[in-house]
């Protein structure tokens, strides 16, 4: 979601230009183009950096995921895993393609479909992880058609909304080329209320990440209450442990995406400075969403997978000693009687 806003306030200030400027290749070795050069190829740096990171993931987590994933019976998470690891993977090679520089008459085209795939793909992702994020509070509240309904609901109203905020940009955004002392590079221009409604997007898909983590801790906490008055533990505790390790760091990298966001929303400003810093900011925004949406994400299901197939093993483990234990015990009964 912060991408497009990124992007947005990227091309303002790189390009004081009317925002319905006609479709047209725009050439120019004016030096007062440097500074939108240099963010523009810095920015290009923190894509390919982001990239890295996801494939490095990917290629590290593979043996895992053959294991768990494709080798298991299949189901909606592994379906959504699989969706989410892959859709990551084009994602964010479609990010640092768009910031590659093109040569030819079609930039201004190419570039806009890029950018179309990039926000739809956007969309779909976040709909995926909050349908692993709502299967994991129903199965931490135990079934309940109460929470299922309300996630569901806001679910559907918070992506609708973001739906049509996508079809309302894609429609009415248009692009061109521009080539700067040499450099190509691609222009979009946003209808004004864009940027309102891509912040309006953002804040809702917040307050309800916030719901869910606020529904997750008060489960938990309440779970292990239980558990010490009743003096339980065993497997009920270890499960409730691993699903707040696996999603501890997701909902960490939320946080900090919320904070930073937080920023770019109220002090839009920021962003539009060509400075060193504001640069570094959105290039590190880059980062930790593709870590928080295609690295965190799929660990998501990995971690509990993971869990499950150690329960499992080591249940066959003890299983099996019972049994040769049993057998020792009968043969021993045997010859004694004998």
Same mark, same amino acid.
């Given at each position: 979601?912060?991408?497009?806003?990124?992007?947005?306030?990227?091309?303002?200030?790189?390009?004081?230009?009317?925002?319905?400027?006609?479709?047209?290749?725009?050439?120019?070795?004016? /030096?007062?183009?440097? /500074?939108?050069?240099?963010?523009?190829? !810095?920015? &290009? *740096?923190?894509?390919?950096?982001?990239? +890295?990171?996801?494939?490095?993931?990917?290629?590290?987590?593979?043996?895992?995921?053959?294991? =768990?994933?494709?080798?298991?019976?299949?189901? !909606?998470?592994?379906?959504? *895993?699989?969706? +989410?690891? *892959?859709?990551?993977?084009?994602?964010?090679?479609?990010?640092? =393609?768009?910031?590659?520089?093109? &040569?030819?008459?079609?930039?201004?085209?190419?570039?806009?479909?890029?950018?179309?795939? !990039?926000?739809?793909?956007?969309?779909?992702?976040?709909?995926?992880?909050?349908?692993?994020?709502?299967?994991? =509070?129903?199965?931490? *509240?135990?079934?309940?058609?109460?929470?299922?309904?309300?996630?569901?609901? %806001?679910?559907?109203?918070?992506?609708?909304?973001?739906?049509? %905020?996508?079809?309302?940009?894609?429609?009415? %955004?248009?692009? $061109?080329?521009?080539?700067?002392?040499?450099?190509?590079?691609?222009?979009?221009?946003?209808?004004?209320?864009? /940027?309102?409604?891509?912040?309006?997007?953002?804040?809702?898909?917040?307050?309800?990440?916030?719901?869910?983590?606020?529904?997750?801790?008060?489960?938990?906490?309440?779970?292990?209450? $239980?558990?010490?008055?009743? &003096?339980?533990?065993?497997?009920?505790?270890?499960?409730?442990?691993?699903?707040?390790?696996?999603?501890?760091?997701?909902?960490?990298?939320?946080?900090? +995406?919320?904070?930073?966001?937080?920023?770019?929303?109220?002090?839009?400003?920021?962003?539009? &400075?060509?400075?060193?810093?504001?640069?570094?900011?959105?290039?590190?925004? @880059?980062?930790? $969403?593709?870590?928080?949406?295609?690295?965190?994400? /799929?660990?998501?299901? =990995?971690?509990?997978? $993971?869990?499950?197939?150690?329960?499992?093993?080591?249940?066959?483990?003890?299983?099996?000693?019972?049994?040769?234990?049993? @057998?020792?015990?009968?043969?021993?009964?045997?010859?004694?009687?004998?």
């Amino acid at each position: 979601m912060i991408l497009r806003m990124l992007l947005t306030y990227i091309y303002q200030v790189c390009l004081h230009r009317h925002p319905f400027s006609t479709n047209m290749t725009v050439v120019s070795n004016d /030096p007062s183009w440097w /500074p939108a050069i240099i963010s523009y190829r !810095l920015t &290009s *740096y923190f894509s390919v950096a982001a990239f +890295v990171a996801v494939v490095y993931d990917w290629a590290l987590t593979f043996g895992q995921e053959v294991e =768990l994933i494709w080798k298991q019976r299949w189901s !909606l998470m592994t379906v959504m *895993y699989l969706s +989410v690891r *892959y859709l990551g993977i084009l994602f964010a090679a479609l990010y640092m =393609l768009t910031y590659s520089e093109c &040569s030819d008459h079609l930039a201004d085209r190419y570039s806009w479909i890029m950018y179309t795939a !990039l926000d739809w793909t956007n969309v779909v992702v976040f709909a995926m992880l909050w349908v692993i994020i709502i299967a994991w =509070l129903h199965a931490m *509240y135990q079934g309940s058609r109460k929470i299922l309904m309300f996630l569901i609901v %806001t679910f559907l109203a918070i992506n609708t909304f973001d739906a049509v %905020t996508i079809i309302m940009a894609t429609m009415d %955004t248009s692009g $061109e080329e521009l080539i700067l002392s040499g450099t190509y590079q691609c222009q979009f221009n946003y209808p004004k209320d864009i /940027p309102l409604l891509d912040s309006i997007t953002w804040m809702l898909g917040t307050v309800w990440e916030v719901i869910a983590l606020c529904l997750a801790v008060w489960i938990v906490v309440k779970h292990f209450r $239980e558990l010490r008055q009743h &003096s339980a533990g065993g497997i009920i505790e270890d499960c409730f442990t691993v699903l707040i390790k696996t999603h501890a760091l997701y909902f960490a990298s939320f946080v900090a +995406v919320s904070c930073i966001e937080l920023i770019v929303i109220f002090s839009p400003t920021l962003l539009m &400075s060509t400075s060193l810093v504001p640069q570094i900011i959105s290039g590190f925004i @880059q980062i930790l $969403e593709a870590v928080q949406m295609f690295v965190l994400g /799929p660990r998501l299901i =990995l971690g509990v997978r $993971e869990y499950h197939a150690k329960l499992v093993a080591d249940s066959d483990a003890a299983t099996g000693m019972i049994s040769i234990a049993f @057998q020792e015990r009968v043969h021993i009964s045997t010859g004694n009687g004998v």
